[in-house]
């Protein structure tokens, strides 16, 4: 009760956009990344202004959970909270369908610097530089010591 009467009164003060740009650039978006602005440079390389209705879904969809739900963990996490939110934008009448399924059927393509630490292996992600790449394409460096590897990964999930 007393937080539907506060949201209430910030809404009266503060608009909706306000309140949702105020959200996006606290929150926790996985990996070690808080905000939007690092969110939309970890994942693609480029400001949240130039992000793509599929890319800016991807992030959406990942809220909730962002590690459990990040593209670097599953490559099919990151089509599969796209299209609940783009189903969702279609439901609320925000986006139509043919728009929706055509953004579906682009493939996404996620930017990080060089490497990507994965529990406790190092993943090339590309032999040019900041080429974006399909995450499926990864190819694992294991250049790690592997009993650290696999023991690392069985201690975090220990946790």
């Not at 969809?61 to 459990?68: Q, V, Y």
Request: charged share 20%.
């Amino acid at each position: 009760m007393v937080e539907m009467v506060l949201s209430v009164a910030l809404e009266r003060t503060i608009s909706k956009r306000r309140i949702l740009s105020c959200y996006v650039n606290k929150i926790y978006w996985g990996h070690g990344i808080y905000g939007i602005e690092s969110a939309s440079d970890f994942y693609f390389g480029k400001p949240p202004s130039l992000l793509t209705l599929g890319e800016s879904a991807l992030l959406a969809g990942i809220i909730p959970a962002p590690e459990l739900r990040s593209p670097f963990r599953d490559p099919t996490r990151g089509k599969t909270f796209q299209a609940r939110v783009l189903k969702r934008m279609v439901e609320v009448g925000f986006l139509d369908i043919e728009t929706a399924l055509s953004v579906l059927k682009q493939p996404l393509y996620l930017l990080m610097g060089q490497h990507l630490l994965m529990g406790f292996y190092s993943c090339h992600l590309s032999s040019e530089g900041d080429v974006p790449i399909r995450p499926w394409e990864w190819a694992p460096h294991v250049g790690l010591n592997m009993w650290v590897g696999s023991h690392g990964d069985n201690a975090y999930r220990d946790i």
